[in-house]
């Protein structure tokens, strides 16, 4: 994690024994040196890390598994240069991703788009953003917090649906009042929220829209103003005999598992400020079954076919492609440890 | 406190345990920071002053009336690390302070109400008396056939946030005198805008729960408006060391952005330079614009104070050796 964008606590702020992350803060915040000038504060003689540093690093998340993020299940979500988590409610989940709506803690905004969610079940009263529901990947979930009531996880379903349906919210739910007119405060409110919370759809945002991995490449390619020949320079020697690999992958021109091995993959991935997900092997194994071009077949009949100068490879039936893009996203699932 | 107690405390939280001795310690070193360094008004202080006795009352009133209430599972649900710990908690304390300022004053809030309702004839008419003050139907004179408001209170809660925004006065130079919650043309534009909002009758009870709701008060004893003596008047925020106070006060409360948009804004730099530069969306630039009026217009009472504030406040983050 970087040094926060937000300003340090005043206990931090004073600390003799200071954090650097909190120094490099000071030099652009106007805020905190005001209030060090009023006190003569000449700022904190630590340089380089201290062991008050190591604070800065979070522990590992807790590994959840994706299986159990189903409705109405509270977590805490990270994204990796913010030091605060996200508590948010699932509203719908697969294996890769998960829907969320924010936790605000306070029911003093509520509108008919927020659900109400009593003391007793996260040991203070809050509600649940609808309006503000967003994408996780699920490596971003951290730690269950919690998990609603039945009849509550039910109002956040029909609740979620009436949006998605674009209804009115139904009547009955624990829900706050509506707003009638555009100068209504909570409008304020709700504009910080979206912003509170917009880093942390980012990491499902990159991945989002595709059905493979080659128009994730393009775009996140001039996303980052990088051309597709910059990458094939950098990532040359990370595949024998292909020095173009990376154009022609973004062509769809590439078998991946006979050509390009995963550790170059891996390396793509890095270079591209990808999120190393389930889902982003989910479409790197779409590509793989996609441009798959030799059936599999047992070492031995390879042999024998090229001492009999048979080298072309038979066409790949679609238990070969799924087979291939399965063996792929193992390896890509062992070498990021996910 | 380390990341590993961090996860501990989250832990015991959530498992109904009580707060060990160390997050208790490490939430006084918040409150004592702020008392020392936040530039707290003094008017803000229990006793008038920020000393030692003060800071503890401070700290009790925090702890029992937000913090064991929920509020420290909240932050601890919340920070990834200490640092964030401590930032979110010092943003509590704050939040608590200018909450309890609010609800002190809710009591004289309510009199100015049934004052206002009663001595301006011209707009506002009974349509039905009743033995209890608070229970007595009023409507606007020019709509004099209103019935009885009957709906939910949701449909109440609505028609006050419908009004838009309100300005929280929070500071008065004369600390001893009750400053009220909200000035009187406001007061007055809240009164007048539920009754047309809803297009009812409604009792001085309906009012002041629309008002308790809207702004977050505390409950008021409406049999006690009969005995409200005469209440104070705002006063100005004119000297020179108040003014630098308040500064202090509105620069304890911005965040960083706001306080780059708002030294930007001073120097002419447009939205679109100061988004270019920030790094954020003009949609940001206008949201962190209108928190940090109404933050300034909380500590002033006219246009000419905040003006004078503004400029104060940018002032002392220019001041001399920055």
């Excluded at chain 1, 829907?99 to 079940?121: C, F, G, K, S």
């Excluded at chain 2, 933050?295 to 406040?313: F, G, I, P, T």
Aim: glycine share 6%.
């Amino acid at each position: 994690m970087s040094a926060s964008p937000e300003c340090p606590s005043l206990v931090d702020l004073f600390d003799p024994a200071g954090l650097p992350t909190v120094e490099q803060h000071v030099t652009r915040c106007p805020r905190c040196q005001s209030f060090r000038r009023e006190h003569h504060f000449q700022g904190a003689r630590t340089s380089g890390a201290t062991a008050a540093e190591q604070w800065l690093t979070p522990a590992q998340p807790i590994s959840i598994w994706p299986g159990s993020l189903d409705l109405g299940t509270v977590l805490s979500a990270v994204v990796d240069h913010l030091d605060e988590y996200l508590v948010c409610v699932v509203v719908d989940a697969d294996e890769q991703e998960a829907v969320v709506a924010p936790i605000a803690e306070t029911q003093a905004y509520t509108t008919n788009w927020d659900l109400m969610i009593e003391e007793a079940v996260l040991g203070y009263p809050a509600m649940a953003e609808v309006w503000n529901t967003g994408t996780i990947l699920v490596e971003q979930a951290a730690e269950i917090v919690g998990k609603l009531t039945e009849p509550l996880a039910e109002a956040l379903e029909q609740l979620y649906d009436a949006m998605l349906e674009n209804h009115s919210p139904p009547e009955h739910l624990p829900i706050g009042s509506p707003v009638l007119a555009e100068r209504d405060p909570r409008l304020v409110f709700q504009r910080q929220e979206l912003d509170r919370v917009r880093a942390y759809w980012m990491p499902s945002s990159l991945l989002a829209g595709a059905e493979s991995f080659e128009p994730i490449l393009r775009r996140r390619a001039q996303q980052m103003g990088v051309g597709l020949e910059d990458l094939d320079g950098r990532l040359q020697d990370c595949v024998q005999d292909n020095p173009h690999w990376v154009t022609s992958l973004s062509r769809g021109d590439i078998d991946l598992c006979a050509s390009v091995p995963v550790k170059a993959m891996s390396r793509l991935v890095i270079e591209l400020k990808l999120p190393k997900a389930r889902k982003t092997i989910g479409l790197i194994g779409a590509t793989v079954h996609a441009n798959c071009r030799e059936a599999s077949a047992p070492q031995a009949a390879v042999h024998a076919r090229r001492r009999r100068g048979k080298v072309r490879a038979s066409k790949p039936t679609e238990d070969d492609r799924g087979k291939a893009a399965e063996s792929y996203m193992e390896a890509l699932v062992r070498d990021w440890d996910i | 406190m380390t990341e590993q107690q961090l996860i501990t405390l989250r832990r015991q939280l959530r498992g109904g345990e009580q707060p060990p001795d160390w997050v208790v310690a490490e939430l006084r070193r918040v409150a004592d920071a702020l008392v020392r360094y936040g530039r707290l008004p003094a008017s803000m202080s229990p006793y008038g002053s920020w000393d030692e006795e003060a800071t503890e009352e401070l700290m009790q009133g925090w702890m029992e009336g937000k913090l064991l209430r929920g509020d420290l599972r909240a932050l601890a649900d919340r920070a990834r690390t200490p640092v964030a710990f401590r930032r979110l908690a010092e943003r509590s304390l704050r939040h608590w302070l200018l909450n309890q300022r609010e609800r002190s004053q809710a009591q004289n809030l309510f009199g100015r109400m049934a004052r206002l309702l009663e001595q301006d004839q011209t707009t506002f008419k009974v349509t039905q008396a009743a033995e209890r003050k608070q229970d007595t139907w009023w409507t606007l004179a020019n709509k004099p056939e209103a019935e009885p408001f009957a709906g939910p209170d949701r449909e109440l809660l609505s028609a006050a946030w419908s009004l838009g925004e309100f300005v929280l006065v929070r500071f008065s130079s004369e600390q001893t005198k009750l400053s009220p919650l909200l000035s009187g043309p406001d007061l007055r534009r809240f009164v007048v805008g539920m009754l047309d909002a809803t297009g009812r009758a409604l009792t001085l009870n309906l009012l002041q729960r629309a008002l308790r709701d809207r702004f977050d008060l505390g409950d008021v004893q409406l049999g006690d408006l009969e005995a409200a003596g005469e209440l104070a008047s705002p006063e100005g925020v004119a000297e020179d060391a108040v003014l630098r106070e308040a500064a202090g006060a509105v620069i304890g409360e911005l965040d960083a952005r706001q306080t780059a948009v708002l030294l930007g804004l001073q120097s002419e730099q447009t939205s679109a330079a100061l988004a270019a530069e920030l790094n954020c969306s003009p949609a940001t630039i206008t949201n962190d614009k209108a928190a940090i009026a109404k933050l300034v217009a909380r500590y002033s009472e006219n246009d000419s104070e905040r003006d004078q504030l503004l400029k104060k406040v940018a002032d002392v983050l220019y001041e001399e050796g920055a």
